[in-house]
């Protein structure tokens, strides 16, 4: 569905993916394109009773007063979904697991899923996500060996020097417990090499700072020194976004 030139979802297609709709492009190549909504996203959104649980009462009518179709109702809810980010981190880790291993779980059943399925090639998946889906791509595809080729987008930085250090920059979302003791996130490519993998990076990316390009691309190609030609790693001069060049290169990459 179109979105309306001025509306939410088009300004946030526009800022994002330059207007695009990249997976329909996927579809028009002949892919068979499966995208699904992640935990505290989309469909998979807050229940009403934890929001009226966890915010003020007024905004609390407020967002019920609204139009759950209106861009109103989508910026409000965003706005308290951000808030209560920490709240449900706590809550997650208090049921005894973390946030990463609630999304990765999922992904990995919907993995699953699809190899059931016969008009899905077995030998032919690949995985795709721009930001916080770039680190779902890569931790997917480093625990399911089934996905042939990885592309990971605007997300590759390291435990120390980038996503602890410039943690409230960063969502609680990915935070993996005691992992920095034993590894930084460029090196959990280790365990999707020889497999294809495509990191394409924004050299203006406010969420990854450009001066550990270089770091970060030689630790993962001596990774890949046996198989290089089966890594590409691609920087944009681009900043927090899945351009439309990004878009086509990783189309090309499939």
Request: hydrophobic share 45%.
């Amino acid at each position: 569905m179109d979105a309306p030139p001025g509306s939410f979802m088009f300004e946030y297609r526009k800022k994002g993916y330059q207007e695009r709709r990249w997976v329909l492009d996927l579809v028009k190549n002949g892919f068979a394109v499966f995208c699904p909504d992640a935990f505290y996203f989309g469909s998979r959104r807050l229940k009403m009773e934890i929001v009226k649980e966890f915010v003020e009462d007024e905004v609390y009518q407020e967002l019920i007063s609204l139009d759950e179709e209106s861009d109103e109702y989508v910026r409000l809810f965003n706005k308290i979904s951000s808030k209560l980010e920490p709240v449900i981190w706590k809550n997650i880790n208090l049921l005894g697991t973390n946030w990463p291993a609630v999304l990765l779980n999922e992904d990995i059943a919907w993995i699953n899923y699809l190899l059931t399925r016969e008009d899905i090639d077995r030998n032919g998946m690949g995985s795709v996500g721009f930001s916080l889906g770039g680190f779902r791509s890569f931790l997917t595809s480093a625990l399911k060996p089934e996905i042939k080729a990885c592309v990971v987008v605007c997300f590759m930085g390291e435990f120390d020097e980038n996503m602890l250090g410039k943690c409230a920059a960063h969502t609680f979302m990915v935070h993996i417990p005691s992992l920095s003791r034993y590894m930084s996130f460029p090196d959990i490519a280790g365990l999707i090499f020889p497999r294809d993998l495509l990191i394409m990076v924004g050299e203006y990316d406010h969420l990854f700072p450009k001066e550990r390009i270089p770091a970060i691309k030689e630790n993962i190609e001596k990774i890949y020194n046996q198989l290089p030609e089966k890594l590409s790693f691609k920087v944009f001069t681009e900043g927090h976004v899945f351009s439309v060049k990004m878009q086509e290169y990783a189309i090309k990459f499939f």
